[in-house]
């Protein structure tokens, strides 16, 4: 099967390199020779040991009969879209790396695969090299998935990891985590939540069956995490990350959020740090499953990609289903109606004045005269109001696993 690959940068050089390099080991194992025909970009690169295989003419892998798979990875919604789509309908299996297209554009490429009976696979969206989808939609098929938790992000881990293990603040953090080349010039799509955010829909569309928008999730970045929340979770038995989760609550409907979320010490969530990603999954027939490692990188992505390569391949004339269907309305929940545990730091509060506001609180002596407030399970919008007159200075939810 031949293969072509739209966008050369880090991910798609490293697809380059994987099918070059184990091509023969790849046959020996499924039976199935991948076979470069063409790599898309509008740079040059002089010297490139694929270079005889470059051009800037989509025309050229559309047209090319011969290109069975198309990988893409361009990244961004266009002209990523567009390409993906044509090729779709020329009868071309697709393979993406691109979080933001799966996320923002999942379902209509899934049902314009199915029209044409190629195949839109996209396992490397979500956590690189670490299998996630391919258990989640096979492994997984017979649960009733009912949450889904993770840390989707490596660089907001790397950040929060150098918070709490070496008391090193946000911008330091982040300036280290730049150098390393964890951290974009512009970190803001991971620092605000956005890069998770894509994640969780991307698994939500997949666990519950309907299609996520990213628009729709309440999500909060770590840029507003200090030094002093860190400690401040630590006295209280727990630590801070950066959370995506997606449940189904007793009444049907969905609650997605994205948030710096503090977790117990003995939860498996806390102990994942620096750079590596984890992925739990609630099924009501398995209990809880921790998919873990290092949630992005040249090979380990590419890993991915080639993965779903071989899979195109082998499934040539027969269609992987994901049950993944367009959006409902009503689907997701309020986030005020949202059953929630928050925690809270006061500073100056009467402790008696707090647990009348709040029945069931939990209240802790921190640092400086601080309140350390855990309230008990209620609806988002009522904790946060009855909060909002004691003036908190952080309010963070708090993770039940």
């Known amino acids: 099967m031949k293969v072509a690959i739209m966008g050369y940068g880090v991910v798609g050089s490293g697809v380059a390199e994987v099918i070059g390099k184990n091509a023969e080991v790849i046959a020996k194992k499924t039976g199935i020779l991948p076979e470069l025909s063409h790599i898309l970009d509008i740079r040059d690169f002089p010297g490139d040991p694929f270079a005889s295989f470059l051009t800037k003419e989509f025309a050229d892998i559309l047209e090319d009969d011969e290109t069975g798979i198309v990988v893409e990875t361009m990244g961004g919604l266009e002209p990523a879209f567009t390409f993906v789509s044509a090729c779709l309908e020329r009868g071309k299996h697709v393979v993406t790396s691109n979080k933001e297209l799966v996320a923002k554009k999942g379902d209509v490429l899934l049902a314009?695969?199915?029209?044409?009976?190629?195949?839109?696979?996209?396992?490397?969206?979500?956590?690189?090299?670490?299998?996630?989808?391919?258990?989640?939609?096979?492994?997984?098929?017979?649960?009733?998935?009912?949450?889904?938790?993770?840390?989707?992000?490596?660089?907001?881990?790397?950040?929060?990891?150098?918070?709490?293990?070496?008391?090193?603040?946000?911008?330091?953090?982040?300036?280290?985590?730049?150098?390393?080349?964890?951290?974009?010039?512009?970190?803001?799509?991971?620092?605000?939540?956005?890069?998770?955010?894509?994640?969780?829909?991307?698994?939500?569309?997949?666990?519950?069956?309907?299609?996520?928008?990213?628009?729709?999730?309440?999500?909060?970045?770590?840029?507003?995490?200090?030094?002093?929340?860190?400690?401040?979770?630590?006295?209280?038995?727990?630590?801070?990350?950066?959370?995506?989760?997606?449940?189904?609550?007793?009444?049907?409907?969905?609650?997605?959020?994205?948030?710096?979320?503090?977790?117990?010490?003995?939860?498996?969530?806390?102990?994942?740090?620096?750079?590596?990603?984890?992925?739990?999954?609630?099924?009501?027939?398995?209990?809880?499953?921790?998919?873990?490692?290092?949630?992005?990188?040249?090979?380990?992505?590419?890993?991915?990609?080639?993965?779903?390569?071989?899979?195109?391949?082998?499934?040539?004339?027969?269609?992987?289903?994901?049950?993944?269907?367009?959006?409902?309305?009503g689907v997701l929940e309020a986030p005020g109606a949202v059953p929630t545990v928050l925690f809270a730091r006061l500073k100056n509060a009467d402790k008696a004045a707090v647990a009348a506001a709040l029945p069931g609180a939990s209240c802790l002596d921190g640092e400086n005269g601080e309140t350390l407030v855990i309230t008990a399970q209620a609806p988002a919008g009522a904790l946060e109001e009855a909060l909002a007159e004691f003036h908190p200075v952080t309010v963070l939810p708090v993770a039940a696993y």
């Open 112 to 329: 314009l695969a199915e029209k044409h009976n190629v195949n839109f696979l996209f396992e490397a969206s979500v956590g690189g090299g670490i299998p996630i989808i391919r258990p989640l939609i096979r492994c997984l098929a017979g649960n009733r998935i009912q949450e889904i938790a993770g840390i989707l992000n490596g660089t907001t881990n790397f950040i929060l990891t150098k918070m709490i293990m070496e008391d090193m603040d946000f911008a330091d953090a982040l300036a280290l985590a730049q150098k390393k080349g964890y951290a974009e010039k512009d970190p803001t799509a991971d620092v605000a939540g956005i890069d998770a955010c894509r994640k969780i829909c991307i698994l939500a569309s997949l666990a519950f069956g309907t299609h996520i928008y990213p628009d729709g999730v309440p999500t909060k970045g770590i840029t507003d995490v200090t030094l002093d929340d860190v400690k401040a979770a630590a006295a209280a038995g727990y630590v801070i990350k950066l959370i995506a989760s997606a449940k189904q609550l007793e009444n049907g409907r969905l609650a997605l959020r994205v948030s710096p979320t503090l977790v117990k010490k003995e939860s498996m969530l806390a102990g994942v740090n620096g750079v590596f990603n984890a992925c739990l999954v609630r099924g009501d027939a398995v209990g809880d499953v921790l998919l873990y490692g290092q949630g992005a990188g040249k090979l380990a992505t590419a890993s991915a990609v080639v993965g779903d390569v071989i899979d195109c391949a082998a499934h040539d004339s027969a269609r992987i289903r994901f049950g993944w269907s367009k959006a409902e309305d």
